[in-house]
């Protein structure tokens, strides 16, 4: 069947339900669910967090037996397999819908086309996928994890109109105002880990958790819920137990380069890990962090770093995005940079591509990426 106007504004409909899960989903996917009968919406969905009823679940349980003959429109290829919830496949074709219109397959390969083969074959008619690029821009994590085995890493970085990032002397609050610092603590809210290096705990004493009077959401206490895990590098165990970060018992994971004396290694509270992750230079294997993370069902990931590390970053080609906030302030010669990349000719620049400028309050928000055709 071709696909109509009306069949690309009730996905685009499905789209906006599926971003109320923006801060809630993960490590699952953020989908969304109309259903639509004789031309009218009849019952929504979306998944709301993980081990809780999936998208076409939610709508189908609010139209009850009124599904029966209706049009799903789901953001995302219905699942086929058993997890913490039933097959959501399943669940269309027994409720008697249709026809199921479909944004993207599922890249997780558990069910990647196997929703879409048990429509079919019940009789069920198919059709997508339908804006499939603005299906994928909602879950660019989950999909690099499946995809690729690794999260997608976001770096934030707040600069002056002069590209510096603090003081000589490490003094940096606060370059930003209220309205950009916001707006980070929403990109923490979505993100499953924050990573950041000791040198911005020794610095700045950060606690790296999303803090619900500062979200500006309706839904702030549950997209407070449940928190980033926090991942601090630091090669030598150089973290001071009395740090900030430790006043809130939820998870750090504490990343060292595995040659570090063993006393350092004990007496650290119960929700703090320690990992080994050494790198041929005595440092941490950046790569090998991001499929650590990874394997931890992480789905996007936010580097909050100083320049050495987040330059560390961008080097190795580990950055999918860089969101830079721009406050009119000038910082002068002597400031830090902002990011560590030790260039010397103009041909050795790093090229980007930038997506995005709004302003946030009275600062400017730049949302770039590596700009691979450069």
Not at 309 to 332: H, N, Q, T, V, W
Request: hydrophobic share 45%; with cysteine.
């Amino acid at each position: 069947m071709a696909i109509t106007a009306a069949d690309v504004d009730f996905m685009a409909r499905a789209f906006r339900l599926a971003e109320r899960g923006l801060y809630t989903t993960m490590p699952n996917p953020r989908v969304g669910c109309v259903l639509v009968k004789d031309g009218q919406v009849i019952a929504e969905g979306w998944h709301e967090r993980a081990g809780e009823p999936h998208a076409e679940a939610n709508a189908l349980l609010a139209a009850g037996d009124n599904a029966r003959g209706a049009t799903a429109y789901v953001s995302l290829e219905p699942c086929s397999h058993h997890g913490r919830t039933g097959p959501c496949s399943q669940a269309l074709v027994d409720a008697g819908v249709s026809r199921v219109v479909y944004a993207m397959e599922d890249p997780n390969p558990l069910v990647s086309g196997r929703g879409i083969e048990i429509l079919r074959t019940a009789g069920i008619v198919v059709d997508g996928p339908v804006l499939e690029n603005d299906a994928r821009a909602l879950n660019p994590g989950f999909i690099r994890r499946m995809e690729r085995k690794l999260p997608y890493v976001r770096c934030k970085m707040a600069m002056s109109l002069d590209g510096r990032t603090a003081m000589e002397s490490g003094e940096s609050k606060w370059i930003t105002g209220p309205k950009a610092r916001a707006d980070v603590q929403r990109l923490r809210a979505r993100s499953c880990a924050i990573i950041s290096g000791v040198d911005s705990i020794l610095q700045d004493n950060a606690s790296l958790t999303v803090r619900v009077d500062e979200l500006g959401l309706p839904n702030a206490e549950a997209a407070a819920a449940k928190q980033p895990l926090r991942v601090i590098l630091d090669s030598q165990l150089r973290t001071p137990r009395n740090a900030l970060m430790f006043k809130q018992a939820t998870p750090i994971l504490l990343v060292h380069n595995g040659q570090v004396d063993a006393a350092l290694l004990s007496g650290w509270p119960d929700f703090v890990e320690l990992i080994a992750l050494p790198a041929k230079d005595g440092r941490i294997d950046l790569q090998a962090l991001l499929r650590e993370l990874a394997l931890r069902q992480c789905n996007e990931v936010l580097v909050e770093a100083g320049a050495t590390l987040a330059g560390s970053f961008l080097r190795r080609g580990l950055l999918d995005e860089i969101i830079i906030y721009m406050a009119p302030k000038l910082l002068g010669s002597h400031a830090r940079p902002l990011f560590g990349l030790p260039l010397e000719t103009m041909s050795a620049s790093l090229s980007l591509k930038i997506n995005d400028i709004r302003a946030v309050g009275r600062d400017w928000r730049i949302t770039a990426v590596p700009d691979t055709e450069y």
